[in-house]
């Protein structure tokens, strides 16, 4: 595949994966307010589950890298998952004295991001 078209599917998978960040996160707030961030939460959690998920398929051979891997890997979840808006929210947690929930908002999204990453691995490994 040229560096255009992988590109293009990098561009695609981005375009999916920033709109679902969008849409996920302002449906988190609608059911549960902007007291604690659990949307980010939700999208990093999810997707890096999702990224396990998909890099034991490439281990596995079950689909090709080509054009997958920049249409998934590279946009998709690299769009839907969030280190920016995670530490931000950190940033206002901790201006508004927030301690404890940043602390947690922290602990979760770091344990449980790898723990999900790792399931989506092992249990495809599995298959």
């Keep these: 595949m040229n560096y255009f078209s992988t590109l293009t599917f990098v561009a695609l998978g981005g375009a999916i994966g920033a709109c679902s960040r969008f849409l996920l996160s302002e449906l988190f707030v609608l059911l549960l307010g902007r ?16 990224m396990g ?13 080509d054009p997958w891997r920049p249409l998934i890997g590279l946009g998709f979840l690299g769009a839907l ?3 920016s808006t995670f530490s931000m929210d950190n940033v206002n947690l ?11 908002n922290m602990m979760l999204n770091v344990v449980l991001s790898v723990s999900a990453c ?9 298959q």
């Design 53 to 65: 998920a998909f890099t034991a398929l490439l281990t596995m051979q079950a689909v090709s890298g």
């Design 94 to 104: 901790l201006q508004q004295g927030e301690f404890v929930k940043m602390g947690l």
């Design 118 to 126: 790792w399931m989506g691995y092992h249990i495809l490994m599995k």
């Design 81 to 83: 998952t969030t280190f």
């Design 35 to 50: 007291s604690f961030p659990y949307g980010t939460l939700f999208v990093n959690v999810t997707g890096s589950m999702m």
